[in-house]
């Protein structure tokens, strides 16, 4: 089946030469018309704009338009594959952007993986755009990389392998508990990888209130004992395990309630399934093999079982959350992404299952009136 749509979708590339184009909103037929969409009538909305640069909003297709920026440095399941292999992964992101909400978002991939050098582009390129979608850029140089643009820029800007992964996790949980009869405060959770989206989930299930989190990278506990850690994963241990936990993810996972994965396949045996708590939540979310199997998690005693994946059920996807919330945003002006918005963004989506079950915790992005639902939740900024 991998092999028939990997043949299948390079055939489908190779006959479209890419998933996107530009179409123009209007016709260019007669003189009259040129003279509206260019010279010499376009002059005056340019010196318009000039006058009051807000008016680049109403004027242009700015309020409408997202850059996806990527250095290729760390695309899903693939790697450091560089600018022109990540091309076909933002396209792909411009198309659900568009079909969905509407948007028309622009891939961008750079030749460059130098922090600054990526700043000083999209700080360049901004003025083209009413917000920046960050994708596919390594830990640890993707939090600074974001985290300055979001203070040096009037606008959105947003990595969403960190905060649409997070969103999404966030929303998927919130069913999940409901499902087995607990409550999030009450959970001992251990999030396997320590990277963007680790750090991300982390972050914002405290914030949503999960207090009894440890996080495990690939030589084990973000622990005391770990003399290995840089300045990134020391931040993310001062702010987890409260058990004061060491060693490695079998020992985490004692009497674990939730386990997140978004680190590597096969890493989380039946053996350790079942030493966790009664009713355990497992979210197997490396790609394009989970840390288990939805088979081998339910045979274990599994309760709730999500992945990455789109031929399992409670596929846990970034799309659910983007290009409503990208929407929302846009229309309403919002300038900055905090973290109340995206506990909204995640309530929204999980809001969407009335009725969670075992096997139907989240949407999937086909379900009619999900993205307009987060688009919803997004507040003036």
């Known amino acids: 089946m991998k092999n028939k749509t990997s043949a299948q979708s390079i055939a489908l590339h190779k006959k479209l030469r890419g998933k996107i184009a530009i179409q123009s909103k209007t016709s260019v037929k007669t003189m009259r018309d040129l003279s509206l969409v260019y010279t010499p009538g376009v002059g005056a909305v340019s010196s318009a704009i000039a006058a009051n640069p807000k008016l680049a909003d109403q004027l242009t297709w700015r309020r409408n338009a997202v850059a996806i920026v990527s250095d290729g440095s760390a695309v899903l399941g693939l790697g450091n594959i560089g600018p022109a292999a990540a091309l076909p992964v933002m396209e792909g992101k411009s198309v659900i952007f568009k079909q969905f909400t509407g948007i028309d978002a622009v891939p961008i991939v ?77 959970l001992h959770i251990v999030l396997s990888g320590a990277g963007a989206a680790g750090t991300a989930i982390a972050k914002l299930l405290i914030a949503a209130g999960a207090d009894d989190i440890t996080v495990c990278d690939s030589k084990g506990i973000l622990g005391m004992d770990r003399k290995d850690l840089n300045p990134e994963k020391v931040a993310l241990r001062a702010i987890t395990n409260p058990r004061g936990l060491s060693g490695h993810l079998k020992d985490a996972l004692k009497d674990a309630d939730v ?75 919002v300038k900055k992404v905090d973290t109340a918005a995206k506990i909204r963004a995640a309530k929204a989506i999980a809001g969407f299952i009335k009725k969670p079950t075992a096997d139907r915790i989240i949407p999937t992005i086909f379900d009619k009136g999900l993205h307009q639902a987060v688009a919803k939740s997004v507040k003036k900024g």
Do not use: W
Not at 152 to 168: K, R, S
Not at 300 to 310: E, L, P
């Open 110 to 186: 750079l030749a460059t993986q130098d922090t600054e050098a990526i700043i000083a582009t999209v700080k360049a390129i901004a003025p083209t755009f009413g917000a920046i979608q960050l994708e596919d850029i390594s830990a640890p140089r993707c939090f600074e990389i974001e985290d300055r643009l979001s203070a040096e820029l009037d606008m959105p800007v947003m990595h969403d392998d960190q905060h649409g992964t997070a969103i999404v996790v966030l929303a998927g949980l919130m069913n999940a508990i409901k499902v087995v009869g607990k409550k999030m405060s009450s």
């Open 259 to 333: 386990f997140v994965g978004i680190s590597a396949p096969g890493i989380l045996t039946k053996e350790l399934v079942k030493t966790m708590a009664k009713k355990p939540i497992v979210f197997a979310l490396a790609n394009p093999t989970p840390e288990i199997l939805p088979e081998e998690a339910k045979k274990a005693g599994v309760a709730v079982i999500a992945t990455g994946r789109s031929d399992f059920p409670n596929q846990v996807n970034n799309a659910l959350c983007y290009p409503g919330l990208f929407r929302g945003m846009l229309d309403k002006g």
